[in-house]
């Protein structure tokens, strides 16, 4: 009896599984171009002025190989533009006032200054400990851990130069941690400058987001069943980069399922994806909206507030290049 309850446990465990792979969904890492929360278009030009407080010399040179990186602005050398500055008794130090960006307009032509302070550079470390005894041997081992935490707080500022006017304001701060562990003797230190470029890395990767389009890659899940190849197909397809053939696939679906017993919203979801991530988002609505009605299932309904956000994002981004 007992061998036979077990048998029937493995069997219905296998089967589940069987159904999971038959019906399941195949995520894809896809190229995505957001807008910038700013609008610099018509601001070629970018110069970095200064940013005080400890760590700025290191992020105004992270700083300046970002904006050189986004091909997006002509990032004016500090030495140069300061030369050209002092022979008209001009100068980018300190905070930059009204007027003095006016005159510095002037002479540049449009651009956008950047500048800032950082306001919190610190390190903190924790290092505590535990006795353990081991049951056999009786013996009490120490075990130690140290964590080190390095904390950087920035304000940065982009003026017109043109008219001396700010045209935002960014308060960023990141605080990154790392832990090492060691029996019977204390770990080593923790390299807090390793930590404190990890918070520079990543206040400068947030800022630049603020002024410039950028591509991140997201994950996205398309519906595969093994009663409908042709969703594999176009996955297939996607998967390469021909979303061309990858759409074909999905309305071949569309049309040799959709009046039939089997799961066609798959397919309209599949095909809404599709048309998504080629910018047919009319296309994409229909799709998702015949997905959603053969299935009101909460992804579909997801997938439409995605497709919202995408129109806006690309309304935004058609503003700003």
């Known amino acids: 009896m007992q061998n036979a309850r ?23 890492s896809i190229p995505v171009t957001r807008p910038a929360e700013i609008n610099l278009k018509g601001f070629d030009k ?4 200064e940013i005080d407080g400890r760590g700025s010399r290191q992020l105004t040179d992270e700083l300046t190989l970002a904006l050189f990186k986004s091909k997006r602005f002509e990032v004016l050398d500090r030495q140069h533009l300061d030369a050209i500055l002092k022979e008209h008794s001009l100068s980018l130090s300190g905070l930059v006032d009204e007027s003095t960006a006016v005159e510095v307009g002037k002479l540049i032509g449009t651009a956008a200054l950047i500048f800032g302070n950082i306001t919190e550079y610190d390190y903190s470390e924790e290092l505590t400990h535990r006795d353990e005894t081991n049951k056999k041997t009786k013996k009490t081992i120490r075990k130690w851990q140290r964590k080190g935490t390095s904390k950087v707080t920035a304000t940065l500022q982009v003026v017109d130069l ?30 807090k400058n390793a930590l404190f470029s990890q918070c520079r890395e990543n ?27 042709e969703l594999q ?18 309305q071949t679906a569309v049309k040799k399922y959709k009046n039939g017993q089997l799961k066609v919203d798959k397919a309209y979801y599949n095909l809404g994806l599709g048309y998504m991530y080629t910018d047919r988002f009319t296309e994409a609505r229909q799709n998702f909206e015949l997905a959603y009605k053969r299935k009101a299932e909460g992804k579909y309904e997801q997938a439409i507030k995605k497709l919202n956000r995408r129109i806006e994002e690309k309304r935004r981004l058609k503003e700003q290049m």
């Open 6 to 28: 077990i048998f029937r446990i493995i069997l219905s465990y296998v089967l589940f599984l069987f159904i999971l792979i038959a019906c399941s969904s195949s995520r894809l």
């Open 162 to 191: 043109a008219t001396g006017k700010i045209i935002a304001i960014s308060k960023l701060e990141k605080a990154q941690s790392a832990t090492k562990y060691s029996d019977v003797k204390r770990p080593a230190k923790v390299d």
């Open 46 to 49: 970018i110069a970095i002025g």
């Open 233 to 250: 197909q176009g996955y297939n397809m996607a998967k390469i980069g021909n979303w061309d053939e990858a759409i074909i696939s999905f």
């Open 203 to 229: 206040i400068v990767r947030k800022f630049m987001r603020e002024i410039a389009p950028y591509t991140e890659r997201v994950s996205v899940a398309f519906e595969t069943d093994d009663k409908m190849p």
